[in-house]
């Protein structure tokens, strides 16, 4: 958890604006390494952890106040496909938090002196499919069963200590529902964050109906849109801050789109940081990049909020 000096991360939120890292297996492959695989890059975490480490370190040094960590893809079931038991893959999700921190202590040893926090990324049932369908939500499941599967990885990942949960890359309200029931109690705040397409979630909801289910929760000190392409931002950021009235949280993908039957990305990046400075007026106060955004980006949006301040 945060020091005692260092103040919490709705704490800052409610003075500024801080900017969030970009994406992790973006910066992974990057590096050289192979994602090709259902765990994505969650299987780094048995294999390469320094790697990881690594990739939180240069988001930090770009100028990232928030790393989220590897565990987007990291579920008890997933790793049980591959052989570990319930006591390694709780290993695996605790060490995915630490090593964000570790990469925080190293920024902090190389001169980085601002505060930095830690978000525990907890993504959609559809990642633990590996099959795209966190873009389509609606998995046939109720709200009840989504909820099962969310609250023991939760509760781990809440143990390890992180300063929030990110709940993200929530394709609809019934996924949201589920996971706003699965934090409470846990004694770590969250966020909220839908994948979107236009106005609307990817399974179709209006995204007035579907940030209202967050707009009492005490639990949730941010809610917003991740995984989305740059040009649905904005009118996004508005609508939450008006139905919410909580800060904003917004991390876009480049603009490209994924080819699932080629496993490649087509198109040109749409991806700029000079449109942080409108999302901050509209109310998004944690900015940073999904999928194909990398240390250069957030560094470039780094220094977009810096000169705005």
Not at 42 to 68: C, N, Q, S
Not at 131 to 149: C, H, I, P, Q
């Amino acid at each position: 958890m945060t020091s005692n000096t260092t103040p919490s991360l709705a704490e800052a939120l409610a003075a500024g604006t801080l900017v969030l890292d970009g994406g992790m297996s973006n910066q992974l492959e990057s590096a050289g390494h192979d994602l090709s695989d259902e765990l994505w890059s969650a299987r780094l975490l048995a294999e390469r952890p320094e790697a990881i480490t690594e990739a939180h370190l240069a988001y930090f040094e770009a100028g990232a106040d928030v790393a989220i960590t590897s565990s987007y893809q990291a579920t008890f079931e997933g790793f049980a496909k591959r052989g570990m038991d319930h006591e390694e893959a709780a290993r695996l999700l605790t060490l995915s938090v630490e090593l964000a921190r570790g990469a925080a202590a190293q920024a902090h040893a190389k001169g980085v002196t601002r505060p930095l926090w830690v978000a525990a990324s907890v993504g959609p049932y559809g990642a633990m499919l590996a099959d795209g369908s966190e873009y389509r939500g609606r998995y046939g499941l109720t709200v009840a069963e989504l909820e099962a599967f969310h609250r023991p990885r939760l509760e781990v990942l809440a143990a390890a200590g992180p300063d929030v949960l990110a709940l993200e890359t929530v394709p609809d309200t019934d996924e949201a529902t589920a996971l706003l029931r699965a934090v409470r109690g846990l004694g770590v705040p969250a966020w909220l964050s839908y994948t979107v397409s236009g106005d609307r979630t990817r399974a179709g909801q209006p995204l007035e109906e579907a940030f209202a289910l967050a707009a009492d929760a005490d639990e949730v000190i941010a809610v917003g849109v991740n995984c989305c392409a740059p040009e649905d931002v904005h009118a996004a950021v508005e609508t939450s801050a008006r139905v919410t009235g909580k800060p904003v949280v917004v991390y876009p993908n480049s603009g490209e789109t994924w080819d699932a039957e080629a496993r490649s990305w087509d198109g040109r990046s749409t991806f700029t940081a000079a449109q942080v400075t409108g999302w901050r007026e509209a109310g998004a106060r944690l900015i940073g990049g999904c999928c194909r955004v990398g240390p250069e980006a957030i560094a470039s949006i780094a220094g977009t909020l810096g000169a705005g301040a």
